[in-house]
């Protein structure tokens, strides 16, 4: 079956159906969702969508920045809802340096936290750092565990945004967490086998959140789109395009982003 690739984008509406306000035609917008549970994507020139899957983009936002919210910046902000009150707080997040990371830290600092993010190389710890983050952790040269000992006093971090749970539920029996401390999960992408011991959730009375961005709540969804285009109205919220591919050069994108030297998103232009 023809497949077109890709959920998130940003475009102009040309037609709308029954229903929807005429006025919306011209409407600069951005896309989530684009190809969840069906076969063509937003990597062409034109995408049919349920109307509340094109949300306004504010005044101020390129295409090309608008591109890269869709699935990244609705998991980071769903993410950090569920992390609860931050002011003040500890976060560590996982792969600050990477899509959903790169929102995560920046989010975590407007709503007050201490972002300790983790990197795999002194690239993606630029990245992070240029988005907020106040401390970094390279997992692949420091023990993640002595580390946050050493900057939180022992104490622990009191949340962890998390892309790998099959890594970080490790930790939670080594003091990374604080007692009572929430971890929000939204990946496992080292494995989908978790091996968990019970007992260290029990006494740490840790509160673990897992989500999927494809299937939040109608209440969730439309919280998280409101509380993002505040962020694009006010101008605080930063984005990253690495590089720019014409649609006819789709392969070498993918294969750019297969390779993972790109920091930051990249974006295919349409004709």
């Keep these: 079956p023809l497949i077109v690739p890709h959920s998130d984008g940003a475009g102009v509406i040309t037609a709308v159906g029954a229903g929807v306000p005429a006025s919306r035609v011209g409407e600069r917008v951005w896309i989530w969702n684009g190809q ?10 034109f995408i049919v969508l349920a109307a509340e899957q094109a949300v306004t983009l504010p005044a101020g936002t390129t295409d090309a920045e608008a591109a ?19 002011s003040g707080r500890t976060v560590l997040v996982i792969g600050a340096g ?8 920046q989010m975590a600092k407007l709503a ?9 190389s002194q690239a993606r710890a630029d990245h992070a750092r240029a988005a907020g983050a106040d401390e970094l952790v390279n997992y692949k040269t420091e023990s993640v565990v002595e ?31 604080r007692r009572h401390g929430v971890l929000v999960c939204y990946g496992s992408n080292v494995s989908t086998e978790v091996p968990v ?4 959730l029990l006494w740490g009375s840790f509160d673990l959140r ?23 109205r006010s101008g605080r919220l930063k984005h990253a395009v690495a590089q720019h ?27």
């Design 98 to 105: 990477a899509a959903v990371g790169h929102y995560v830290t």
């Design 36 to 45: 969840w549970q069906r076969p063509l994507g937003t990597a062409s020139q």
């Design 147 to 177: 580390r946050i000992h050493a900057l939180t006093q022992g104490q622990g971090v009191d949340a962890i945004i998390d892309m790998d749970f099959s890594t970080t539920s490790g930790w939670l029996s080594q003091g990374v967490l």
């Design 68 to 86: 890269c919210l869709g699935i990244p910046a609705l998991t980071a902000q769903q993410a950090i809802n569920l992390a609860g009150d931050l």
């Design 112 to 120: 007050g936290a201490r972002v300790i993010g983790t990197v795999g």
């Design 210 to 232: 897992f989500f999927l961005v494809y299937d939040l709540t109608a209440q969730d969804r439309a919280r998280t789109l409101s509380q993002i285009n505040d962020l694009l």
């Design 245 to 271: 591919y014409p649609l006819k050069d789709i392969v070498k994108a993918h294969e750019a982003v297969e390779a993972g030297q790109a920091i930051g998103n990249i974006v295919i232009d349409l004709p």
């Design 197 to 200: 011991t019970f007992r260290p």
